[in-house]
């Protein structure tokens, strides 16, 4: 990863997955674009974490087609160019359909889908647009889609969340076959339940022991452990596992 350029979305909670995607690459020596929708004193401090110099913020919501492709413009001038995109960003927002009003529930829905999936290809196409017009060509760069295991398991509170990460699969594996002929690598991972700062509460609730009791190691996955999956695929070694969506679940949901 030495001298690659990064941007990781979603990247500003300092115990999430972008956070951690983000220290795992720049500890491979790469220089990483933290993305943050409004919170620039968080993504600065995760970036005064990451190792190495190069690295920098970068500010934009998702939902917006226009803040996302001036997201891509800003990385690119500020690194010198983009190697690497991590799609990472998404939103979490509870609507339980019985419980939900019309209204709310075509609010969640949009919302999370504008940002989860259509943010998603639009920095997917605004990077690969960058990507097939540098003098240096397209050839070696990778992008990686940060899942889910709800898109598979299913996520009855949160549905629009699960429906947005199995269109993120398949949007990844589209783009895997769409930009093999130019040399792009592209790939997803699928985490289970992950501690970061949004699962603390729920594993420190009286949820914990249900969580517990879906996963035989007997615990849930570390944010790092996510990270340096997606760092290894992010590679130009992992180039052959293009197309692949990989389970990062710690056997608690086999498919």
Known sequence: M???????TGASRPAGIGAAAAAALAARGAAVAVHARADVEAAEAVVASLSGDGHTVVVADLADPEQVAKMVDQAVAVLGGVDVLVNNAA???????????????Q???RRTLDVNLVGTANATWCVVDHLLHRPEGPAGASIVMVGSRGAYRGEPVVSAYGASKAGMHAFAQSMAVALAPHGIGV?????????????????????????????????????????????????????????????????????
């Open 187 to 255: 790939a997803a991972v699928a985490p289970g339940f992950t501690i970061t700062d949004l699962t603390e509460e729920l594993l420190d609730g009286p949820e914990r022991g249900a969580i517990l009791a879906q996963h035989p190691f007997g615990r849930v996955a570390s944010a790092a452990e996510i990270g340096a999956a997606i760092a290894w695929l992010a590679s130009p070694e992992a180039q052959w596992a293009s197309g692949t969506v990989l389970d990062l679940n710690g056997a608690s949901y086999l498919r």
């Open 107 to 109: 609010a969640v829905w």
């Open 2 to 8: 030495s001298r690659r350029r990064v941007l990781v």
């Open 91 to 105: 939103l979490h927002v509870e609507h339980p359909v019985a419980e939900t009003s019309y209204a709310d529930w």
